[in-house]
């Protein structure tokens, strides 16, 4: 059963343009939601988070919206640099339980240049 | 301040075999978490630990792994009688367990090749 899900495993994008990584979750109780970005060979790194009680967080070139009724979020990423070529993460959290993190299946992303 | 180090970074091993890998995770974070990722996989939820409560381990995959963490700090995964099927990367990762600092930090990982 995977509750937090990435069906894109990969997307590439030129230069400049908009990056757009999507994320479903399937359990109500998840409050807390992060992105984790990972390079080969090296442990993901946080991204940028966002707690249920908003639907925007934004970081620099870094937005995060988050969808509740439809359990949905999604990583903005404008202007995309060749730099964020990397795999992609969401993770979510429930907060009044074990701060057990699940992790979607990540998806790659390729900014051309 | 060091990050999550994790050792040995690869090991290769033969079927059967037992095996230990560390995480030694950043000072004063109370979470510890190892996950790991099979090639072409996202990240496996395996086993949680909370400051002196007793652990999560509801992700370990069978009886032939456990692990333990050593007065709240550093964590050892011990694989017994390792199989292909457990080749991956295996990533410690900590963080604190309230307040605003819930990001977690992950070490480089280990590389565990099982032949």
């Known amino acids: 059963d995977q509750q937090v899900k990435q069906n894109s495993p990969s997307l590439s994008v030129q230069e400049g343009r908009i990056s757009i990584l999507n994320c479903d979750y399937t359990?109500?109780?998840?409050?807390?939601f992060l992105w984790y970005k990972k390079y080969p060979a090296e442990g993901p790194t946080f991204l940028i988070s966002?707690?249920?009680?908003?639907d925007k967080n934004e970081d620099g070139r870094f937005t995060v919206f988050l969808n509740k009724s439809a359990k949905h979020l999604s990583l903005h990423i404008v202007p995309s640099q060749p730099g964020d070529s990397a795999v992609y993460f969401c993770?979510?959290?429930?907060?009044?339980?074990?701060?057990?993190?699940?992790f979607g299946t990540g998806t790659r992303l390729k900014v051309l240049a | 301040g060091a990050g999550v180090s994790q050792s040995p970074s690869n090991k290769v091993t033969e079927k059967g075999k037992d095996v230990e890998l560390r995480c030694d995770p950043i000072?004063?974070?109370?979470?510890l978490y190892w996950y790991r990722q099979s090639l072409g996989q996202g990240l496996e939820f395996l086993i949680y630990?909370?400051?002196?409560?007793?652990?999560?381990k509801s992700g370990l995959p069978s009886d032939r792994f456990s692990a333990e963490r050593t007065g709240g700090s550093v964590s050892t995964l011990t694989i017994q009688r390792t199989q292909q099927e457990d080749s991956a990367v295996y990533l410690c990762?900590?963080?604190?367990?309230?307040?605003?600092?819930?990001?977690?930090?992950f070490g480089p990982g280990t590389r565990l090749t099982v032949l």
């Open positions: 993770a979510a959290i429930s907060t009044s339980g074990t701060y057990k993190y699940i």
């Open positions: 990762a900590s963080s604190f367990s309230s307040g605003s600092g819930r990001e977690q930090f």
């Open positions: 000072s004063g974070h109370t979470a």
């Open positions: 359990n109500s109780m998840f409050d807390y």
């Open positions: 966002i707690s249920s009680i908003k």
């Open positions: 630990f909370q400051g002196n409560s007793a652990p999560d």
